[in-house]
């Protein structure tokens, strides 16, 4: 047995390099790669597209250090925002 990187659930691999417990695990782990590699290229996490705008603004508060997304994944992450509040 040997935990899974992604969850940390202990598993019993089929295979000697096997580092997940299950696919569904490979993906969000290689999602999250793949977000922070765009991140720190500078490019959307959402879409990968090129941000118009720096990707952070230099700020003091560090809890304020947000990721920032595209205008489109922007526009996207607030309508579905207003749609969840309208809903109530
Ligand atoms: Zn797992
Ligand atoms: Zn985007």
Redesign the pocket.
């Known amino acids: 047995m040997k935990p899974c990187v992604e969850c940390g659930k202990s598993f019993a691999p089929w295979r000697y390099d096997q580092k997940f417990c299950s696919p569904a695990c490979r993906e969000r782990f290689k999602k999250r790669k793949q977000r922070l590699r765009r991140q720190g290229e500078g490019l ?1 996490p ?4 090129p941000l118009i705008e720096r990707p952070f603004r230099k700020t003091h508060d560090k809890a304020r250090q947000r990721i920032t ?2 205008r ?2 922007r526009n996207k992450f607030a309508e579905r925002h207003k749609a969840l509040v309208e809903s109530r």
């Open positions: 959307c959402q879409c990968g597209k997304y595209c489109e994944c």
